[in-house]
T-cell receptor
Framework: QKEVEQNSGPLSVPEGAIASLNCTYS??????FFWYRQYSGKSPELIMS????GDKEDGRFTAQLNKASQYVSLLIRDSQPSDSATYLC????????????FGAGTRLFVKA | GAVVSQHPSWVICKSGTSVKIECRSL??????MFWYRQFPKQSLMLMAT?????????EQGVEKDKFLINHASLTLSTLTVTSAHPEDSSFYIC????????????FGPGTRLTVT
């Protein structure tokens, strides 16, 4: 079982809609969770971090964490074509030392 | 804040030669730096974790004698690809964290290596 799982997509949403990206993880002791955005040919960019259960909002982005269900999500409101990218979920896990494990990413396509 | 630079941004080298890639944290001290490789349309693959002043920790399957990592200061880590071959052609990305493995990582812009 992969440690961090994401649907590879592509997830296609119309402009102005809400995009919902999901991620599950296997390590129950994980404490830190991150969402990165990666445009094609570019390196990842940190957009959100979340450490406690519940929602965390930053502009059009909302991260949701449910540790009991080992589930973290990212909502993008009022999606724009410029949001089209691959979104990487990352989880800090203990594997003989803490390490950040990245999911394979979900490709998001926002149609104008 | 939390800006990480990489140099060069792209490099073309001949098979058998060595290439050095620099990763610098510009406005913070990075106790830990990470080196990743990413092939087209694939996910990030962690190659190694380096801590300032100590030997890098390499991931399983990554040859430490081929990918030499030096983290001589809190703001600079280097990756040297020795005796490069065409299969080493990839996008190499470094990142830096403020604490050992448990915090956000800030990525450099990446270095695209092409070995001919």
């Amino acid at each position: 079982q992969k440690e961090v799982e994401q649907n590879s997509g592509p997830l296609s949403v119309p402009e102005g809609a809400i995009a919902s990206l999901n991620c599950t993880y296997s390590d129950r002791v994980s404490q830190s969770f991150f969402w990165y955005r990666q445009y094609s040919g570019k390196s990842p960019e940190l957009i959100m971090s979340i450490y406690s259960n519940g929602d965390k909002e930053d502009g059009r982005f909302t991260a949701q964490l449910n540790k009991a269900s080992q589930y973290v999500s990212l909502l993008i409101r009022d999606s724009q074509p410029s949001d089209s990218a691959t979104y990487l979920c990352a989880v800090n896990a203990y594997t003989g030392g803490f390490k950040t494990i990245f999911g394979a990413g979900t490709r998001l396509f926002v149609k104008a | 804040g939390a800006v990480v630079s990489q140099h060069p941004s792209w490099v073309i080298c001949k098979s058998g030669t060595s290439v050095k890639i620099e990763c610098r944290s510009l406005d913070f001290q990075a106790t830990t730096m990470f080196w990743y490789r990413q092939f087209p349309k694939q996910s990030l693959m962690l190659m190694a974790t380096s801590n300032e002043g100590s030997k890098a920790t390499y991931e399983q399957g990554v040859e430490k004698d081929k990918f030499l990592i030096n983290h001589a200061s809190l703001t600079l880590s280097t990756l040297t690809v020795t005796s490069a071959h065409p299969e080493d052609s990839s996008f190499y990305i470094c990142s830096a964290g403020l604490a050992g493995g448990g915090s956000e990582q800030y990525f450099g812009p990446g270095t695209r290596l092409t070995v001919t």
